[in-house]
């Protein structure tokens, strides 16, 4: 007999599924692990410091959701390795981390350079490696790199950022080809111009002001609009979704004036 089909709105639940969602005691990271627990994933949160995660712990605790954090910086990979280690089984990963060098190109060193696509780019290999076997084994599992519009559309002072988050896109593509039919599907999140913390002091100056400009919303994206995209490719309605980037940019990339 067919099974009785869910219906849309059950598609896009994810209860009984576990979330780790890197970088998420602050900014986008913080809006979409809000969003996955009030879907129904069991969140945890990660950052560098336990001290930062307790309260956002707390703050999804006290709303009844399911959540705990892990603490590591993804640079230490033996710190990563003995996390994961002792974390629950992984079903969605979301890995938000991503640091910025907003200098022009010529005053980048080597040694700055490097650790920025390790942290950006390579500390993504290290952690798919350690959750995809398990997805795999148990048939399921979303992995949704989060990458940048600048990963296409290339701005002034952003040469390594950009390196990191076109191979991070490549690399979210290579990922679905190889484990399409595992039922493990691998996706790239592009935000644009997002209003976070660490772009306050951007959005304040002339730069801050062209963005808002160009954009066709005349604004710069509220964090809380990623959640609906990063639900939706977590999400069973995102089954046949992969090898994709999902650009949540009000408009910036697909125009030239606005
Ligand atoms: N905001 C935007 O407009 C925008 C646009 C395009 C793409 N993005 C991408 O979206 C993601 C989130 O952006 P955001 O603005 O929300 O960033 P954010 O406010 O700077 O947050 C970054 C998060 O990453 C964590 N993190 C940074 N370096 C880490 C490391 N080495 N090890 C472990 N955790 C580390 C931070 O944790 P701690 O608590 O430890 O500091 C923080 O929670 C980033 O990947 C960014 O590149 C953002």
Known sequence: MTPPMSTFPDQFRLNGRTALITGSARGLGWEMAKGLA????????HGRDRARLEPRLGELKAAGFAADAVAFDVADRAAMAAAI??????????????????????????????????????????LVKRLVPGMIERKWGRLIMVTSIVADLAIPN??????????????????AAEYGATGVTSNALAPG???????????????????????????????????????FLASPAASYVNGHTLVVDGGVSATYLA
């Open 38 to 45: 009030e879907a129904g994933a069991r969140v945890l949160l």
């Open 85 to 126: 280690a002792g974390a629950p089984d992984i079903d969605i990963l979301i890995h938000n981390v991503g640091e910025r060098d907003r200098r022009p190109f010529h005053e980048i060193d080597h040694e700055a350079f490097s650790r920025l696509i390790d942290v950006d780019l390579l500390a993504a290999h290290a």
């Open 158 to 175: 952003a040469s390594s950022y950009a390196t990191a988050k076109a191979g991070l896109t490549s690399m979210a593509r290579a990922l």
């Open 193 to 231: 111009f997002f209003a976070t913390e660490t772009n306050e002091r951007m959005i304040a100056s002339p730069n801050g002001e062209h963005h808002r400009a160009r954009s066709p919303a005349k604004r710069w994206a509220r964090p809380e609009e990623i959640t609906g995209a990063a639900i």
